[in-house]
């Protein structure tokens, strides 16, 4: 079988409506997965034992079970409990949560990074729980987050294809459906690795300057 440039561009309206789900549901699963990853963190750092050990509990869970299996979970088997999610939504609850997991641990390592005497100076400074944490713990601890926060996200944006097996319309899903209807498969398989190997290498050249720019914090 024969390269088609006539096809490509036939089909590319299509495979770019794709990309936009796609980066659609990486940027909002990011978003999640650092909400989430926050909220794990903090929680994990809780005085309560149960809180922080069921919270602890739940992370190792998530994060040792396959995506693909938690995607099903949401979208094929929460419907049996009443909770019917759009592909869409499932898909990004899927990545967020699952990422967050991840996240978390990079939020925790921030965190415990700061200095002890950090801490102590806000004590000393009668600032309550709250502005310790926005206005002394966190804006040290996030800076050089940044960079693995950075990986974590383009490694969720490589997971994206996985949605295709919950019908989200993303560049997969959309590049199987063209295939399977022209019986070609060359043109919008090879198109779809190459969507992806451009964005990445751009998400890389991202990456590099969040190191250079965030990668060392002076205390």
């Known amino acids: 079988m024969e390269w088609d440039w006539a096809f490509v561009w036939q089909i590319m309206p299509t495979l770019i409506e794709g990309v936009k789900i796609t980066i659609l549901a990486t940027i909002l699963g990011s978003l999640l997965a650092a909400v989430v990853g926050l909220g794990i963190a903090l929680l994990r750092r809780s005085p309560s034992r149960i809180v922080s050990r069921t919270v602890g509990f739940v992370a190792e869970f998530i994060r040792g079970t396959p995506l693909l299996v938690q995607l099903y979970f949401i979208f094929y088997v929460l419907p049996d409990f009443g909770i019917l999610l759009s592909p869409l939504v499932a898909g990004v609850i899927g990545l ?37 944490w926005v206005h002394v713990i966190m804006p040290q601890a996030i800076p050089p987050m940044i960079p693995a926060l950075a990986n974590y996200f383009i490694a969720m944006f490589k997971e994206t294809p996985l949605l295709s097996a919950i019908t989200v319309l993303e560049l997969m899903n959309q590049a199987k459906s063209v295939a399977n209807s022209s019986y070609r498969y060359i043109e919008p398989i090879t198109m779809v690795g190459g969507f992806f190997l451009v964005i990445s290498l751009f998400s890389v050249v991202l990456l590099r300057w969040l190191e250079h720019r965030y990668g060392t914090v002076e205390r």
């Open 96 to 132: 967020g949560l699952h990422y967050g997991t991840y996240t978390a641990e990079v939020y925790r390592a921030g965190i415990d990074n700061v200095p002890r005497g950090q801490w102590e100076a806000a004590k000393a400074c009668n600032l309550s729980g709250n502005q310790t």
